[in-house]
């Protein structure tokens, strides 16, 4: 009934420029009815949530079943489609990078924050089971009127709208997390938790300074231990997790900030610009300098 893999849409990749046109938005937000599209990804964070109908997901090299009331959170880079042999409907929330910069500090102190947009989506690229998705369910009726109030204000653009758009997207994002704490996400093995504790510890640090010692002195965990949890749990080294989150605080200030490229490089921890430039390069597929030259620039109010 479903194929095994989705080919790629003709459109591949969904820029900000794409997507956000209107400068003073951090947030888009919109029921798709009938929803199905190929392979594609896009540099910005998108949460999706079925409001009818089921279908398959593919999300990555993986690839699950759904129906009314999953939701999907999509990390920036993740290739994604979906297919559907019937009506499915799909609200789409899409959050621009500035948006979690203005409000870094209320979504910290979430305790599901890191469970919704870190360890769900990497779990689910690892195994595509149910196990870890963020299953609704009867409850989508008391976040209802909260979606379709987001869907109106998208088609209105006063100053006030966008205040009140980015309200709706936090409470969502913090009904959403209340929702992980409760889920068999966080009722899984205790490695998940150490973990969670662990990704906090990195976002909680000085960037530029933060290490796996000093992540697991945080933590309360061993070395051995943090190393053991992060591999099993992400795939990678804490030291390969800790590069990565300085690479997108590096693109987070090339997009937002003044700073020179130099300067940037080294409030990210990179003291070396050659390594700087080839790591980034790498995982963003340009420079650093194209970066910002390409980039969508957002009012840093």
Not at 56 to 68: A, E, I, L, N, V
Request: hydrophobic fraction near 35%; charged fraction near 25%; include cysteine.
């Amino acid at each position: 009934m479903y194929p095994d893999i989705l080919p790629d849409e003709k459109k591949l990749c969904w820029s900000y420029e794409d997507v956000f046109a209107d400068k003073r938005r951090l947030v888009k937000a919109y029921t798709h009815e009938n929803f199905r599209m190929n392979m594609h990804y896009h540099d910005f964070y998108e949460l999706n949530i079925v409001l009818c109908g089921q279908g398959m997901h593919y999300f990555g090299s993986s690839r699950c079943f759904f129906t009314k009331g999953d939701m999907f959170v999509i990390p920036p880079g993740s290739r994604h489609g979906y297919y559907t042999d019937g009506r499915a409907d799909i609200f789409h929330i899409l959050l621009h990078e500035s948006f979690f910069l203005r409000y870094r500090q209320e979504l910290s102190v979430l305790p599901g924050y890191t469970i919704l947009f870190t360890l769900e989506p990497a779990l689910r690229s690892i195994d595509g089971g149910r196990r870890y998705m963020l299953h609704i369910g009867e409850r989508l009726e008391e976040l209802m009127p909260e979606l379709m109030r987001m869907h109106s204000l998208y088609y209105c653009h006063e100053d006030e709208d966008d205040i009140a758009l980015n309200a709706l997207a936090l409470y969502v994002i913090s009904w959403l997390c209340g929702l992980c704490r409760q889920s068999g996400i966080a009722k899984t093995a205790g490695e998940l938790k150490t973990l969670s504790a662990c990704i906090r510890a990195v976002n909680a640090g000085n960037i530029s300074e933060v290490s796996p010692d000093s992540v697991a002195m945080e933590a309360a965990v061993s070395k051995s231990t943090l190393f053991r949890t992060f591999k099993k749990g992400l795939g990678m080294t804490p030291g390969e997790y800790i590069k990565l989150c300085r690479l997108d605080s590096a693109a987070l200030q090339l997009r937002s900030g003044r700073d020179s490229i130099s300067d940037i490089a080294q409030n990210c921890g990179f003291f070396d610009s050659s390594h700087f430039i080839h790591s980034f390069s790498k995982r963003f597929g340009m420079t650093p300098s194209q970066y910002r030259r390409e980039a969508y620039g957002i009012e840093n109010n």
